[in-house]
């Protein structure tokens, strides 16, 4: 119980919201793409061929793990809910994209580089270290637990 009230605190500034909102929209849609074949994204069976195709295997489960980790994930974000779980996860999904896809494309997104990724790893990082702020799921269960 303590960890999960260390988990919940949480920076008390409305700043995180600013971050929360629009980076977690960025990763659910990202994660549907994968998932579930919305906003013209390849789909479980695609993602999981492309992951195989670059060397993360077993494909369908580091599909399934990216996905999942993008969706859910920025579902947390945008909720405020385990705000720095999530964001840690997501950092730890940003890093193995970075460094599995952009790198050797060099920095610019133009070229499929590693800039948009590097700005999604930075407002994660972000996250983990605010909380989810004043305006979180996560502040709500903080002051509850802390009466």
């Not at 369908?60 to 969706?71: D, K, P, Q, R, W």
């Amino acid at each position: 119980m303590k960890t999960l009230f260390k988990t919940a605190s949480t920076d008390k500034s409305y700043g995180p919201l600013a971050l929360r909102i629009p980076v977690g929209i960025i990763f659910m849609a990202h994660g549907a793409q994968k998932l579930f074949g919305w906003f013209g994204g390849p789909g479980l069976d695609g993602a999981a061929g492309w992951m195989e195709s670059i060397g993360l295997s077993p494909g369908l489960l580091m599909a399934l793990l990216a996905g999942s980790a993008e969706f859910f994930g920025g579902l947390a974000l945008i909720l405020g809910l385990l705000t720095r779980p999530a964001a840690a996860l997501l950092s730890v999904t940003m890093l193995v994209a970075i460094f599995s896809v952009h790198i050797q494309n060099g920095f610019f997104m133009s070229a499929n580089g590693y800039e948009f990724a590097l700005a999604l790893l930075a407002a994660s990082v972000s996250l983990l270290l605010s909380g989810g702020g004043k305006l979180s799921a996560d502040n709500m269960l903080y002051k509850k637990m802390s009466q």
